[in-house]
């Protein structure tokens, strides 16, 4: 059913966060369990942080089972959503969609390993989307770490033949926005958190709003005051 009142909603990627499930890298030198519970704090401290501008979230997840999910990302979230496709280009396409089929105006999709998404970027990506067609956070890495979208001028063609997992991402989806005839608007760079690197990287411009993550760095000898 359409929500004609529903029209900025923040689209989060999840894992189920199941030791050895989730961030596989870093848990080759953290353990499994230390991985897991990482991850659990960066998801914390983003639901934290974002459900304070007043936007819902529509929390869209790799499992099948809901039941799966921590309770306390369920109730923060408005919806909680399987994801659908192979590709993550077809997950994030598919969410899109999703969230378009349901007269939403606005859809900011983020990952869940970035520390310092918070309330501030969610509103800037907004912002940037009444005079832009895409807002874009790019990850130090090539890539980038969320991505806004307008119903108005939404076409699938910013998700298709970009080569994933590489540095190539940001560069190719620029590309692939320049030939749908989209204006891209870029937001500052975010930190994502895939490997020990990436965790050093995070310490040396840490986020006063991730609490949660910021203290697990800490009690893991990463982070010191």
């Given amino acids: 059913m359409k929500n004609p009142d529903v029209t900025v909603v923040v689209a989060l990627f999840v894992r189920v966060p199941i030791p050895g499930g989730v961030k596989t890298r870093l848990a080759t030198e953290?353990?499994?369990?230390?991985?897991?519970?990482?991850?659990?704090a960066m998801v914390a401290d983003i639901l934290s942080n974002i459900t304070s501008c007043g936007f819902p979230v529509y929390l869209f997840h790799d499992g099948n089972d809901v039941s799966e999910l921590p309770e306390e990302w369920v109730k923060a979230s408005s919806k909680v959503i399987a994801q659908t496709g192979d590709s993550i280009g077809e997950?994030?396409?598919?969410?899109?969609?999703?969230?378009?089929?349901?007269?939403i105006g606005q859809v900011i999709l983020a990952g869940s390993d970035?520390?310092?998404?918070?309330?501030?970027?969610?509103?800037?990506?907004?912002?940037?989307?009444?005079?832009?067609d895409i807002a874009i956070a790019p990850a130090h890495d090539g890539g980038y770490c969320l991505i806004a979208l307008k119903r108005k001028t939404y076409q699938p063609g910013v998700?298709?033949?970009?080569?994933?997992?590489?540095?190539?991402?940001?560069?190719?989806?620029?590309?692939?926005?320049?030939?749908?005839?989209?204006?891209?608007?870029?937001?500052?760079?975010?930190?994502?958190?895939?490997?020990?690197?990436d965790i050093k990287a995070y310490c040396r411009n840490i986020s006063d709003n991730a609490h949660a993550t910021n203290l697990r760095l800490a009690s893991s000898g990463y982070l010191t005051k």
């Avoid at 997950?91 to 007269?103: I, L, R, T, V």
């Avoid at 918070?118 to 989307?129: C, I, K, N, R």
């Avoid at 540095?167 to 490997?195: F, P, S, Y």
């Fill in 114 to 132: 970035i520390p310092a998404l918070d309330a501030q970027v969610v509103l800037s990506a907004s912002t940037a989307l009444e005079s832009h």
């Fill in 159 to 197: 998700f298709t033949t970009i080569p994933w997992s590489t540095d190539q991402v940001l560069r190719t989806t620029l590309e692939r926005c320049a030939a749908c005839g989209l204006e891209a608007k870029l937001l500052g760079a975010l930190q994502d958190i895939d490997t020990i690197e």
């Fill in 91 to 103: 997950k994030m396409a598919a969410a899109f969609e999703y969230c378009f089929a349901h007269a």
């Fill in 30 to 40: 953290l353990g499994n369990d230390e991985a897991c519970c990482l991850y659990q």
